[in-house]
């Protein structure tokens, strides 16, 4: 078995940038399916924490503890809006407070604000005055913050204040339904409109409402909380017409200006999202994947099935296009009880957009590439680009001993972010070859963020964003990207020295930290079509397309250039040409008049310097 002794090696795992093809095939020193237990939201059971604190301050360069926590459940299985980017330029991070352990009185919201030079202090407190769990923040107003959390036995706590970062912060308790007033949790919140003046709640049940045996309910204010509507109602499409149940800590919020949606990742059911383009007033329901049984009772009997691991995130971007990210698993049922083959072999991070067609119903449509598969749907470097690194470059992924979080995923909690000019950047928690835990009975993999970039067409290397010898120790999970546009990537986590929760069962209480980085956009796209991105980092697709009136372009340059668009039909013959002259190093709107068009497919090519982008579009 491979150990971590000597520090030459540890400067050796330090390198970030590693090999990007998929692995053919895995190696395990240890594997066995098994069943794996869920335990409750709060923690009563268990003590001795261990006496070994790691030093906060041993961090990278880039990296900075915005608080310390013993509690260690951030979530049961999908990530809320815990990281928030204002649009000037400064952040707030939010996160589960707790340091008595084990029964955690003091639970509640710890929150931590960039003002744009540094992080605050650590919190030593929570900012509530009750206990609480799984905080949202988001913005309120042109300038103000709203966080919500739920309190366990009476609804949620809302806590506001008008100026961000500083403050008194005002509290006040928001109900559920009539009947179940008091009995809904794991909230997430997101904000939308031009200026941040709708609010969003998304709640689950805690029991049986309106036909299902739990689902969420959905509640809009547009001032502050004072009043809301809609209130307590269940999304269009999420009810009992369509699904047995919706299930906590399963479902995301997005926003982009007045677009906002709202998206479920179940193994049990469709992955879909809800899409509002008018603040919540009117939705549409948008399936990604289709589960192959309908109204699937968990319970039952079911073949093998790749599906998602409950975990998932998503974008919208400036032209309002909706980018998913999802984990994969596998599940399998044979009568006698469900469990999820946690298995090197069959898993992977998903990603998808509107513009691509939806995964189909059939029980293999999500199998990893390379395996066999005929049915499989995904494609490397496409649909399936993310996926467990082969650190040492042997050909093989070789991992020492595994355990899961709770999303029973290898590659898991993904989250993504489209900058202004419409490059992606996904970050995920992936068991890591070569960090190895060494202090239990069997040797077990630590898991470390990755992060992966797409601009100009391709998907660029996997960069190990924890890999700085500070982290060797580590078990680097929950991962949450920001969303903000400029040089670098923005994302918190959450970091220990031993893998698993303490929560489960897994280890003895222990400090765990809440960590800020941050990452130059350029240490994930150097090398991507050296060519292309010499003078255009980023072509749009047209927007709307298919379109019959307008459709807009959006370009990017990395330098001035005399920058044009032409666009020709199927036989090649130019049908328009748009030329913008020798223009500045920023980004461009191309619109294209497609009203003497006739219908049909056409190819628009935008040339910049020595560099070309050529794209399909549809005239309707």
């Known amino acids: 078995m491979k150990k971590i002794l000597l520090f030459s090696l540890l400067v050796c795992f330090s390198l ?9 095939k895995y190696r395990l020193a240890k594997f066995e399916t098994e069943k794996f237990n869920r335990a409750t939201d709060d923690a009563t059971n268990f003590s001795n924490p261990v006496s070994f604190l790691r030093s906060s301050d041993a961090l990278a360069p880039s990296e900075t503890t915005i608080g310390v926590t013993w509690y260690d459940l951030f979530s049961n299985y999908n990530t809320g809006d815990r990281f928030w980017c204002f649009d000037d330029g400064t952040m707030a991070g939010v996160f589960m407070y707790g340091i008595e352990a084990a029964s955690f009185p003091d639970r509640g919201t710890g929150y931590n604000y960039y003002n744009g030079t540094e992080w605050g202090p650590q919190p030593t407190m929570r900012i509530e005055n009750i206990k609480t769990g799984w905080p949202n923040i988001s913005s309120w107003g042109s300038g103000g913050e709203m966080s ?63 036909g299902q045996t739990t689902t969420v309910v959905y509640s809009r204010t547009a001032d502050g909380g004072e009043t809301w ?21 399963r479902y995301v919020l997005a926003s982009n200006g007045n677009v906002i949606c709202m998206l479920y990742v179940n193994a049990y059911s469709d992955l879909f999202y809800l899409r509002s383009d008018d603040n919540g007033d009117t939705w549409e329901r948008v399936i990604v994947w289709e589960h192959p049984i309908p109204f699937y009772n968990s319970a039952d009997p079911c073949d093998t099935l790749f599906c998602p691991d409950f975990s998932g995130h998503m974008a919208i971007d400036n032209q309002g296009h ?9 599940y399998i049922n044979d009568g006698t009880g469900g469990f999820y083959a946690y298995n090197p072999d069959w898993e992977g991070i998903i990603y998808w957009n509107d513009m691509m067609e939806p995964f189909s119903n059939d029980y293999n449509a999500l199998a990893p590439p390379g395996l066999g598969y ?55 928690s992936s068991n890591t070859e070569t960090y190895v835990y060494t202090g239990g009975a069997e040797p077990i993999n630590y898991k470390h963020i990755w992060a992966r970039a797409y601009a100009n067409t391709i998907w660029g290397e996997f960069v190990d964003v924890t890999s700085e010898i500070v982290h060797v120790f580590d078990d680097c999970v929950y991962p949450m990207i920001g969303n903000k546009s400029d040089d670098h990537i923005h994302y918190i986590y959450q970091a220990d020295i031993t893998p698993g929760n303490a929560l489960d069962g897994d280890h003895d209480y222990q400090e765990n930290r809440w960590i800020y980085g941050m990452l130059p956009k350029s240490d994930l796209i150097t090398g991507m079509s050296e060519k292309e991105v010499e003078d255009i980092s980023y072509v749009s697709q047209n927007f709307p397309n298919p379109f019959n009136g307008q459709s807009n372009v959006n370009v990017r340059l990395e330098r001035p250039a005399n920058l044009s668009l032409v666009v020709t039909n199927m036989t090649g013959q130019k049908v328009i ?30 040339t910049a310097g020595e560099s070309q982008v050529t794209r399909k579009m549809i005239v309707e």
């Open 229 to 249: 509507d809609p209130h307590n109602i269940v999304p269009p499409e999420m009810g009992e017409e369509n699904y047995l149940d919706i299930t906590q800590d």
């Open 16 to 24: 970030a940038v590693f090999s990007q093809g998929a692995p053919d």
């Open 374 to 428: 005929e049915a499989s749907e995904l494609e490397v470097d496409v649909t399936y680009i993310g996926w467990m690194q082969d650190v040492d470059g042997d050909g093989v992924v070789t991992l020492e001993g595994e355990l899961p979080l709770r999303t029973y995923g290898m590659s898991t909690t993904p989250a993504i972010h489209v900058d202004d000019w419409g490059r992606r950047f996904v970050i995920y």
């Open 322 to 330: 909706a980018h998913v990210v999802f984990g994969l698993t596998r």
């Open 577 to 606: 040409e748009i030329n913008k002259g020798h223009v500045p190093a920023q980004n461009h709107v191309f619109t294209i008049d497609a009203t003497n068009l006739q219908s049909g497919v056409y190819f628009y090519t935008v």
């Open 148 to 210: 919500v959390a739920h309190n366990g036995s009476a609804g949620l706590e809302i806590i506001q204040r008008e100026t961000k970062g500083t403050g008194d912060w005002t509290q006040t308790n928001f109900l559920g339904p009539a009947g179940i007033e008091n009995d809904i949790t794991w909230p997430r919140m997101v904000c939308s409109g031009e200026n941040n003046e709708y609010n969003h709640i998304l709640v689950c049940t805690n029991g049986e409402w309106m």
